[in-house]
């Protein structure tokens, strides 16, 4: 090394180390756009929208319902909560639009398995938003409607990093109530209050019973749900949770209102459901 000298050398070495170490270390994961995690056999692609500003951000996953539909379909829903500040992740389901593998079979006898592999997704995304510079990992909750609630439920079983949930059009009743209510109010002339009349004397096979879980939760729940739903029995769960009255639950309970939380005379939201939404989540996050 005839003529550099100790320090020059040790100067461009360290450099080298540096250089070398960043490398190797933790990529930063900033910005809003698509995001790729890793679930089981699956590849989960979702999508990150961000407020306005630097954060960090208050965030919301949007869990989806039983459906196959792309991740596209909840990009309105989240772009509107994203003007109220939140930065809001949709996302793929396995073996939809883009995310790749598969779920267990969904049998009535195995519907823990299956939901159970829906959350692991989920889980996923949340490791990922707690690692995002923009995102704050104190305040990551979860939205899930009609299927997506009993997921929901799941999540908070298998993790510690949520601060609220929000339950849409479900998460009470078990999947074989459900189930049972389902095929009853296929016959048009059956009223919903007969329907949730019958739900007591249901004998048949239990599935997935969120109700345990439900008990052990102390974050703030949002329960949400349409008076006339004729797929989940609403009125069998919001008389569950007011027999439960604990404190960090609320129930909404929108009037005229169908499963997919829609009037079912104009087809639309109800007028004060986002209101009611952001109220809730500056009070409670």
Known sequence: MKGLSLKVFTLITTLLLFLHCDDDGPTVISGAGV?????????IEGELFLPAGDGPFPSMILVPGSGNEPR??????????????????IYDKRGVGNS????????????????????????????????????DNTRIGVHGSSQGAWVNSIIHSMSSDLSYIVMASGGVASTGVEGFYDGITDDPDITIEEATTQLSSYSGVIGFDPL?????????????????????????????????????????????????????????????????????LIQNN
């Open 100 to 135: 790749t593998g598969s779920y267990p079979t969904e049998t009535p006898e195995t519907q823990t398995e299956f939901l159970t592999a829906r959350a692991e997704d989920v889980i996923s995304i949340i490791n990922l938003l707690k690692e995002h510079i923009q995102i």
């Open 212 to 280: 345990s879980i439900i008990n052990s939760m102390t974050l703030p729940v949002l329960w949400i749900y349409g008076n006339e739903d004729r797929s989940h029995p609403a009125r069998y769960d919001v008389q569950v949770l007011e027999d439960l009255n604990r404190s960090n639950f609320t129930v909404q309970l929108y009037p005229n209102t169908g499963h997919e939380l829609l009037d079912i005379t104009t087809g639309e939201p109800p007028v004060d459901f986002y209101a009611n939404l952001g109220a809730w």
């Open 35 to 43: 995001f790729t995690t890793q679930a089981g056999n699956a590849s």
């Open 72 to 89: 596209q379909e909840l990009e309105v829903f989240a772009q509107i909560l994203t003007q109220n500040g939140y930065a809001m992740y």
